[in-house]
């Protein structure tokens, strides 16, 4: 099994050239250089020049180099796309993603541009129609559309829905599963939204830890203070993946191969928690090969 850890996913901003140096020492899993939010109207040219270049050096290691775009509704859209093409990131992420339309669209363009075929797209969810179509959204996932991974955009989220965003975010947890569901029903990865208050360490170590147990694969991060603890949170435990080797040897052995259910340490266990267990370990052989 080959997978990618996208533990820790940092927002960085385009049109900062200091951030762009930095982020390539940053032990984050994965990058998103940003044109959009982070960036302001009139450093919207700079930015994507900056961000082109950045891509095009290969500077950044073994982190997935994600570039984030303005919609293609907007007067910067179009030109970032084609720039981000040029310059081959490992993805694009498109903002206020509502709806399957938009991903066959980002497709169709992709192909006009001749996109090279490495290249995915992932998809902001931020917008109240973006919940509600999250199902056909997961489902266009093709080839044409390239669709990998969900991006939660919880401040958006909250700004077009009116819903606060408090400790625990009770408001948002039906959102917020009605996209995990989607995303594993089709088969993509997804990745919390943003915790706002860089002050506060435990409430974030708080929320890691609620993304990770609702199924998040990671969690997207403001600042590089945020990497490391992250990180931890979303890697399994010695303990885990002790577990899961276990689990993996014995529907391993001759006498068990047939079978749905074993019992280990007076466990029943069934086939299923032996899949589980084979990403438990990918995913920590990924993290040790880095």
Known sequence: MSVRPRRSVLYMPGSNARALEKAKALPADCLILDLEDAVAPDSKATARQQ???AVAARSFG???VIVRINGLDT???ADDLAAAVRARPD???VPKVSSAAQLVAIGR????LEAYQTIRVWAMMETPLAILNAAAIAAARSAATRLAAFVMGTNDLAKETRAQIIPGRTPMLPWLMTCVAAARAHAIDILDGVYNNLADMEGFARECQQA???????KTLIHPNQVAPCNAAFSPSEEEVTQARKIIAAFALPENRDKGVVQIDGRMVERMHADMAQHTVAIAEAIQAR
């Open 51 to 53: 961000v082109a270049a």
């Open 62 to 64: 073994s982190r997935e």
């Open 75 to 77: 007067q910067w859209g």
């Open 91 to 93: 993805a694009i992420l």
């Open 109 to 112: 363009h992709l192909t006009d």
């Open 212 to 218: 990770r147990e609702m199924g998040f694969d990671g």
